[in-house]
Structures are given as structure tokens and as C-alpha cells.
């Protein structure tokens, strides 16, 4: 009962110092805020009607071509595999992004956790009633939706980190020891004069528990985990000069120190007007960021326990429009999926190269969500049950055959 | 670096100076015609046959109706409500619902030196004639109607429909007036500000009909259809033919270069298939037909069907969203509905015997009323609810005298029995609801407690510039729930930070010659003052005797004793803080206690 989700696993000794398969799995999203281009990212279609000047190049995957834009990654694609005909209804970017962070589609009378907030909740039992130290869902960038714990409960909300690399704010008391001390043994106080005849209020005692909470978090030892200073040169140029690359380093070192989930944005792609300009730099800073998060993952051995996650709200259309941009693109986009056990070098699907709105071999992202929960070692179909009384699956998708075998 | 600061400032001294010409101005031609703080009406109403003293009547009236629905549920139930809250408890939550803050040390002030009859009325009425009511109001109607979004750019202009909305609320035009033009109105969104519902919908250049339906339903008729838009809605009687009926209503509406127009030619077409099929559709209505007028534009006909007295949705809605902006809770959460303030269930045929419900009485009142908005929310906080105490006497208390640990989490001895027999109570408003604050009220509160004075419209620039650039940082790192500010939320981690470390408070209250802190610290005599003032400037109360004592003496010893291994242990004792750092500390605590982010 008493605090929740503001926690490290109580085997993070074991976990940080843990490799390999053994090790407790995490998750890191690379979100791509806007609804990023397939034609100019993972399903180029150059030369023809709908491709523009975006050129392709070969990858480590044979007869596998990417967007000219992606070189390094293009090197290390056969460790991914890669989806390039995702389908949504949702061509909203506020639905769009609710739909593909939850799997659901947004529903009136229930909000639906994002699958960053699920595991967490489903995984991290022992060290949520132990109660110490870290937030276990973190969303670093300036993301406008970050991901939510919906029906689990607000304490899931992933925990911000709006500006990568330069540590968490307010994590600091702004006077000396004793005087803190004094302002803390008075708020006991307080606290206890206005629960007195206050017990019943549902959430009233929820009120200290975020003060503890905080007050763990202001004391972790786990906080050198948000900063970078004493990353090399080196590794910081590898990721890239830009927040998204300072993100996903940060990314990886919590993921390091025992966080279930991440999650890092990158924005904004939506190019209705001035589209490739737009996608050049974007797709800029993705690649060194992607490429380095990959090769530290493998180096440090923390590939097989670390599923890296690329994707965005929908795609964008096959025909350009009179500004030189795209618009939204529900029906066919793309998504890459790397580690944490899932198998690496396959493709499944590809956009219609004439601009049609049937890619071969569809994959709901609900689908994609239930495979992504089974590596987890989660049931997608177990129900839990939401505030209304209502259970619900935790994903409604089926896994793809092609990702589990 | 630097520069870019200089340039932010100067930026943000242009945006306020551009704010203060269009609003400040304005606001202080309406403080003029409103009743100003040094003119309360302490004597209005006292003389028989006035006009005043009949008002009074009808009031009081109302309330004793509303008040018999709840005095009969209660019977009904076998609960005994709650006692009175105090009277500064009363204006506290008050000032929050109508002005979005705590009130000033100068207004409890005021407030205490007036005679007890009738004070907290007299105290309502005043606020609602504040240009501060108007303001925030304005902006709690604007994210009903249109959310919190700028966009689109260049059609959309929000500022204005929140503009026109504080003066629709300041002149308290009927409420139904308002709905109307707000639903229907022509022209351009710059002169027309009402317009800017249907340019919020806009994209790729059209408004959106489904948007706007659903939008109305919502906001008007306190009911979501937004789900029959794609299926038939899971719970009320919507149907997605019933939807597209009433979207339909928006379907000749466009925009040319003279703004917001109605083209009778123009046929709703629906989307009907996966595959982009659609079908032309008529304007209807899904039930209530006979109010329908036969003359209009169709987005006309609506609004009338829509705020027609005989369509109980409306005034239900209404009254439900008020209840809610009053108690941070709407009445539709509490038995018999628990439902969200967009979820009212649809209203039951009334029979002439059965005791009709506290929702029906005050919806009732208000249609009667002529839809005053005003009447409505001194009807609500004269009410027996709003005047109870949000704590109740139990065995439970008896066991947390001692004023246990809590700030360690481990100590809550709530067991499920205090929470089974609180929970009637709360469901029949038999107890005061304890609910969070908004991020704004939060603002407003501290800031609030950052000057002896009233933070008003007409306080000084400077205190405006830094209310400004205040509220935006702060707003960024607590978060704001956007268009579902009305549902429950507990807090979060990042909250307590912001508010334990953040600069707002830092700088709240901080000892300089501009904040609260250093002037009470000059003003108390001693201690036992500081910590009065400081308790009235912070949570508008006076402290318990147990309060008074500890931090007027017992503080220092049971800080040194819990310090945490201080490098300084074993030295020389440290000086005694001044007594600007004292008010410092003990306004950092008060402003970190439950209390005060929480309406109670």
C-alpha cells in the first residue's frame, strides 16, 4: 500500500551488474513525433511517381534498401528487423499518437495505459511494494504526449526528462541540511493535522506518498544515470550533436542502472510543406543516435536484454503536395524492432510503390504490441480491470508469426 | 546566453505590455461599474421591501429547496452529514472556485470585520462582480468548447473567444443567450469572436462537422456521442445515424474571406465506409423533434433545439459543470450516476409525487431563473454541501491524535472500515469532497501567498510581469491536464518536486523587501504572531493550539534532534534564524502540506 512505481527493482545490485539473456528486459522507444516519412526513412520508393528525390542505398540485408539518408544504420540493418506496413484508422496526431503508444484506439470512457507504462506494472510487483529510488518509466525530449498509465493509475505516467543530458530539475533543496530537516519534520506534522477525520477521502493519502517518493528520488544514488558529463568525447560524437542523441545516451544508461522503460522523442516530422528538407535533418540526428544506442547496447551486453523500438504516430501520403510536403499517412508505415530477444534481419511488408493504400502483408499495431509483451514474457490476453468495472486485454492484437519464430 | 535572456525579456515585456493594453484597460472600466473591494455592499439588503432584500428572498428560496432534496436523501440513507466547515474554510474554497486562488491576507482582513449575517453571500456576490471570476471562468468555458489548443493558425483565435467569454460571464448574460451565439454565430473570428468554436474545427481549410457535434453534445448537453461517431455508443442511447443527423447541422457552415457563413446549398456528406464512401446526410435531431423551429440556419436551428427550456439536458449540464467548478467534483460523480462531467446519464421523465433529485432542483432553478449564471453559483455556494466540513469525527481519529508520522508513507492507519463508512457520505454530499487543485489554483496560491495584498487585474505591472513569467515555467513542469481538467487526479512525483525545489515557490518565498515573508517577519511582534500570519497567508486558517505551540517553540529542538548526520554536530549551536527565515521555512511547509494543493 504504500508507494508505487517510483522504484528500482530490488535486484538492481543483481540487474545492474546482470548481462546477457538472464538480465531483466527493458525497453526503449525512439518516438518520432509528427508521423516521420517511410518514403524517406525505411520504405523508399525512389525514381518513380511518389518517391521525390529521396534516394535509396543498400544495407547489411541482402536486396534490403533504405533511405540514402540512413547510412550507419544501413551497415547494422541486419540486426533489426523491420515492419514496413503498419496500419492505423487513426490519422489524428493526438489519436494517431494515443493509438500507437496503447495499442488502443482512443476510447471515451476508458484511457489505456501506453505499453511503457504495462510493463512496469506488470513486471516490476516486488520492487513497486518495496517502494525505493527511481522512476521505471522515463520519457526524455519535449515530447507533447508523453506516455501515460491511463487506467493504471497516474503514479504509471512516464516521468519527464525534458532536457536530456543536463540531469533532472528540482531534484535539489535550496537550503542546508538542518534547515531542510526542520521544514520536513514540520510538514509531518501538518500532514497528520489535515488527515484527522480525512481518512475516508480516496486520494487523500496519496498526497505524502509522492512527497516520499520525491524525497527517495532527491536522495538516489542512481541519479549520475540522467547526466552525462563523464561520458567521453568519444561516445558523445558517436550519438550525435543533438538532444534526441544526448537522449538516447541518457536512454541507455538508465536502462543501465535497472529502468524498465524509456522512451525518447524526436520531433517534429510533420512536413505538410518542405517535406525533405524537414526529413534531411530529422533523419540526421536518428541515424548516428540509432546507430551508437545499437553498438553500446551490443558492447556492453546489454543487447539480448534491451528491445530498441523506432517509430511514430502514422506516415506520411505517397503523393507530395503543391508545398513540397506530405500529409498524414495512416495506411502503411514503418517500425524497426531490435533486441531484447527478438530475432534480427527480418522484413515483413512494404508500401504500394504506385501510392495505393494496401501495403503487402498488414500488420495492425496492436499486433506488433503483442509480440513486443510475449518477449516480455507478458500474456497480452490477460484482462485487467479498469476503474468502470470493465476488464480489458492488455493488448487486443495477435503476435506476428514472422517475429516470434 | 545573456543575450538570449535580454531578448526572452524583452520579448516577454512586449507580450505583457501588449496584454496590458488590451486587457488591463478594459478590466479597469468594469471594476469601475463593478463593486470594488472598498465598496461592499455591507448594508445592502437589509431594508424590508427593497429590491435587494427581495432577491435575497428568492435565494434563499432556492437554496431551501435544494437544500430539502439533500436533507431527504440524507434521511433516506441514514447519514449523519457532516458539521459546518468554519467561515474562512468557506471563503477559501470560494475564493478558489470563483477567483482560481486563496484569499489575501488583506481579504480575510476585510472579511473578519464584517458582521457574520449574510457575509459569505455578500462575499460570493462581490467575487462574481470581480473581473477575476469572469477570467477564469472564461477560460474553464473555453476548454469546454474549444479545448486548449492554438490551433489553426491564422483562423483560430482563442484569445478572443476566451475574451469574449469573460465579458459574456462579467455582464452575466443569460446563459443560454450565450450558448446560442456561441453554436451558430456568423462572421469573422476576429470580430465575431463567438465564431472562433466553429474555426477551432478547421482543417485543410473546412471546419469539421463531426468535430463540432461532438463538441456541442459534450459541452451543452454534458453527453460524449464523439463514440457513436465510428459505432453506436456503448452506454447511453446514442446511435451513429443520431450522430451524423446532428453533425449534419454543421454541414453548411464554411469560410470565406468574410469569416464564418452558412451556404443553404451545402450537403453534409458522411464518411460511411473504410474505403472514403460517403453519403449525403439530413440535418435531424434524435429525439425532441417539437423543438426544433422550422426558421434559420440549420447551425440556428440547433442552438435553439440544443438550449430549449423543455431539453432537461441542457440546464442539467449546466448546473452539473458548475457543481463541478465549485466543489472540484460534479454532482453526476456521486450516487446514483458516478459519471464524469460529459457522462450525464439522460434524464428521467419527472413524476409529480417522487422527490426529484438535488441535479433536477437546481437544473429546475436555473431554467426558472432565466439561465443566470450568477443566481446559479450563490444558489450552489449558499447550499448546506458546500457549507459542510470535509472531515467527519471518527473512531478512526482517535487513533491518529497524536499527529503520527505521515511524510514516511508508512503510518496511514486508514483501514477499508473508515473508507466503507465515509464513502455514503461522500457519494451523497453529506461530507465536503476532498479534491486536488488545479494547476492554476496552485499558481494562484502561491502567488497569492507571496503578498500580504490581493493579487488582482489592477495590481501593479510589475507584479503582473512576474505573475506572467511565472506561470509559464511552472505551468510546463506541473503540467496541465488540458481539456479533462474536471476528472479526478491524484498528484504526481514530479509535482511534489516542482513544488518542494521548484523557483516558483523559491522565489515565492523568499525573504526580499517585495514577498510576504520579509514583511510579516517585520510585522509579528512574535513568534506566536509569525506563525499566525503565516498559517492565514498560506492556508487561510488560524493554526491549531498544537500548531501554534510546536512552531512557535518546539521547532528548532525537533529539527536538531531529526537532523540527518549535520557536518556541523558537536560545534557551536548556529545563530537563531531572523524572523524573515523563519516565516521563509514555515511558508515552505505550509505550502508543501496537503492542505494547501487540495480544495477541502
Given at each position: 500500500m504504500s508507494t508505487v512505481a517510483f522504484s528500482l527493482p530490488p535486484l538492481s545490485a543483481r540487474a545492474a551488474a546482470s548481462r546477457g539473456a538472464e538480465r531483466p528486459r527493458s525497453l526503449i522507444t525512439l518516438w518520432m513525433a509528427g508521423g516521420p516519412s517511410q518514403l524517406e526513412t525505411w520504405d523508399p520508393h525512389p525514381g518513380?511517381?511518389?518517391?521525390?528525390?529521396t534516394q535509396a542505398i543498400a544495407t547489411s540485408v541482402p536486396d534490403l534498401q533504405i533511405a540514402a539518408g540512413l547510412p550507419l544504420m544501413a551497415e547494422r540493418m541486419d540486426r533489426v528487423s523491420l515492419i514496413r506496413s503498419l496500419v492505423s484508422k487513426e490519422g489524428d496526431h493526438e489519436r494517431g499518437t494515443y493509438f500507437v503508444k496503447t495499442g488502443y484506439r482512443p476510447d471515451p470512457t476508458v484511457q489505456h495505459p501506453a505499453i511503457g507504462a504495462v510493463l512496469p506494472y506488470q513486471l516490476d510487483g516486488e520492487a513497486i511494494a518495496a517502494g525505493l529510488q527511481m522512476p521505471l518509466y522515463v520519457s526524455i525530449g519535449n515530447g507533447q504526449w508523453p506516455g501515460r498509465g491511463g487506467y493504471l493509475g497516474e503514479k504509471f505516467d512516464a516521468f519527464r526528462v525534458p532536457s536530456p543530458g543536463r540531469g533532472v530539475d528540482n531534484l535539489r533543496a535550496d537550503v542546508e541540511a538542518t534547515r531542510n530537516a526542520r521544514r520536513l519534520a514540520g510538514l509531518e506534522l501538518l500532514s497528520g493535522t489535515f488527515r484527522q477525520g480525512r481518512e475516508g477521502h480516496p486520494a487523500a493519502t496519496r498526497h505524502s506518498e509522492t512527497v516520499h517518493d520525491a524525497l527517495s528520488l532527491m536522495a538516489s544514488e542512481h541519479l549520475a544515470a540522467f547526466e552525462i558529463d563523464d561520458e567521453p568525447k568519444e561516445v558523445l560524437a558517436r550519438y550525435g550533436d543533438s538532444d534526441f542523441g544526448r537522449g538516447c545516451l541518457v536512454a541507455r544508461r538508465l536502462v543501465e542502472v535497472g529502468v524498465r522503460s524509456v522512451e525518447v522523442t524526436l520531433g517534429n516530422f510533420d512536413s505538410h510543406a518542405a517535406n525533405f528538407s524537414i526529413h534531411d535533418r530529422l533523419v540526421g540526428m536518428l541515424d548516428p543516435a540509432m546507430a551508437a544506442l545499437l553498438d553500446d547496447l551490443r558492447e556492453r551486453d546489454l543487447e539480448a536484454s534491451t528491445m530498441v523500438l523506432c517509430i511514430g504516430e502514422f506516415g506520411r501520403t505517397p503523393w507530395i503536395n503543391p508545398l513540397d510536403g506530405r500529409d498524414h499517412w495512416p495506411s502503411g508505415f514503418s517500425a524497426v524492432v531490435a533486441g531484447g530477444g527478438m530475432p534480427a534481419g527480418r522484413v515483413i511488408g512494404h508500401t504500394d510503390p504506385e501510392g495505393g493504400d494496401k501495403p503487402t502483408d498488414p500488420i495492425p499495431v496492436q499486433d506488433l504490441y503483442a509480440t513486443i509483451l510475449s518477449r516480455f514474457g507478458i500474456d497480452p490476453a490477460v484482462e485487467l480491470m479498469t476503474p468502470v468495472g470493465r476488464p480489458l486485454a492488455i493488448s487486443d492484437g495477435k503476435p506476428i508469426g514472422k517475429l516470434m519464430s | 546566453m545573456a543575450r538570449s535572456t535580454t531578448l526572452t525579456l524583452l520579448l516577454i515585456t512586449l507580450g505583457v505590455g501588449w496584454a496590458v493594453s488590451r486587457s488591463v484597460l478594459p478590466a479597469r472600466q468594469a471594476s469601475v461599474a463593478a463593486t470594488s473591494r472598498g465598496q461592499r455592499p455591507l448594508d445592502g439588503g437589509r431594508e424590508a421591501d427593497s429590491p435587494a432584500a427581495v432577491e435575497t428572498s428568492a435565494l434563499q428560496a432556492a437554496v431551501d429547496r435544494l437544500d430539502a432534496a439533500f436533507a431527504e436523501t440524507w434521511m433516506n440513507e441514514g447519514l449523519e452529514p457532516a458539521t459546518e466547515a468554519d467561515d474562512l474554510t468557506i471563503l477559501r474554497r470560494l475564493s478558489l472556485a470563483l477567483h482560481a486562488t486563496i484569499p489575501s491576507l488583506e481579504e480575510i482582513r476585510q472579511f473578519e470585520a464584517e458582521p457574520r449575517e449574510g457575509r459569505l453571500d455578500r462575499w460570493a456576490q462581490a467575487m462574481l462582480a470581480d473581473r477575476r471570476f469572469a477570467e477564469s471562468f472564461a477560460e474553464r468555458m473555453t476548454r469546454a468548447f474549444v479545448g486548449t489548443q492554438g490551433e489553426p493558425f491564422l483562423v483560430f483565435r482563442r484569445d478572443r473567444f476566451k475574451a469574449w467569454w469573460a465579458d459574456q460571464l462579467a455582464a452575466n448574460r443569460p446563459y443560454d443567450e450565450v450558448v446560442r451565439e456561441v453554436i451558430a454565430s456568423q462572421g469573422l473570428w476576429t470580430g465575431r469572436p463567438a465564431t472562433n468554436f466553429v474555426t477551432h474545427s478547421v482543417t485543410d481549410g473546412t471546419p469539421s462537422p463531426e468535430k463540432l457535434a461532438g463538441r456541442t453534445v459534450r459541452a451543452v448537453?454534458?453527453?460524449?456521442i464523439d463514440c457513436a461517431e465510428c459505432h453506436d455508443h456503448p452506454f447511453a442511447d446514442w446511435k451513429q445515424s443520431d450522430f451524423r443527423g446532428l453533425a449534419a447541422h454543421f454541414g453548411q457552415v464554411r469560410l470565406s474571406p468574410f469569416g464564418v457563413e452558412d451556404d443553404p446549398a451545402r450537403v453534409f456528406l458522411a464518411d460511411i465506409g473504410p474505403r472514403g464512401q460517403k453519403r449525403g446526410v439530413q440535418a435531424e435531431v434524435p429525439f425532441g423533434e417539437a423543438w426544433l423551429p422550422d426558421t434559420g440556419t440549420s447551425r440556428e436551428r440547433l442552438a435553439a433545439w440544443s438550449t430549449d427550456p423543455r431539453n432537461r439536458r441542457f440546464a442539467r449540464a449546466t448546473v452539473n459543470r458548475m457543481w463541478a467548478l465549485l466543489f472540484g467534483r460534479p454532482l453526476s460523480a456521486g450516487a446514483p450516476w458516478y459519471a464524469d462531467v460529459d457522462d450525464l446519464p439522460d434524464p428521467t421523465e419527472p413524476t409529480s409525487d417522487e422527490a426529484r433529485s438535488p441535479l433536477d432542483v437546481l437544473a429546475d432553478e436555473f431554467v426558472a431563473s432565466g439561465y443566470d449564471l450568477h443566481h446559479l453559483l450563490r444558489v450552489i455556494a449558499a447550499s448546506r454541501p458546500f457549507q459542510l466540513s470535509s472531515a467527519v469525527a471518527s473512531a478512526a481519529v482517535e487513533e491518529e491524535a497524536g499527529g503520527s508520522a505521515s511524510v514516511d508513507g508508512t503510518s496511514s492507519a486508514h483501514g477499508g472500515s473508515a473508507e466503507a463508512d465515509f464513502q455514503p457520505l461522500l457519494d451523497h454530499w453529506a461530507v465536503f469532497p476532498v479534491e486536488r487543485l488545479r494547476v492554476d489554483q496552485v499558481v494562484g496560491s502561491m502567488l497569492q501567498a507571496s503578498s500580504v495584498r490581493t493579487i488582482d487585474l489592477n495590481s501593479a505591472l510589475v507584479t503582473r510581469f512576474l505573475r506572467f513569467v511565472r506561470e509559464n515555467d511552472f505551468l510546463r513542469e506541473y503540467g496541465d491536464p488540458g481539456d479533462d481538467e474536471l476528472l479526478a487526479r491524484s498528484g504526481t512525483v514530479p509535482q511534489a518536486l516542482v513544488r518542494m525545489n521548484g523557483k516558483l515557490v523559491r522565489e515565492t518565498i523568499e525573504p526580499n523587501p517585495f514577498n510576504a515573508t520579509s514583511r510579516v517577519g517585520l510585522a509579528s511582534l512574535d513568534d506566536e504572531q509569525l506563525v499566525e500570519h503565516c498559517f492565514l497567508l498560506c492556508l487561510s486558517r488560524r493554526p491549531t493550539p498544537a500548531e501554534r505551540a510546536y512552531f512557535s517553540t518546539a521547532w528548532d529542538e525537533a529539527a536538531s534532534a531529526s537532523a540527518p548526520d549535520d557536518s556541523d554536530a558537536g560545534s557551536e549551536p548556529k545563530p537563531r534564524l531572523s524572523a524573515a527565515q523563519r516565516a521563509q521555512d514555515l511558508c515552505w511547509t505550509l505550502i508543501n502540506a496537503p492542505e494547501f494543493s487540495w480544495n477541502h
Open positions: 518513380g511517381l511518389i518517391g521525390g528525390p | 448537453l454534458g453527453q460524449r
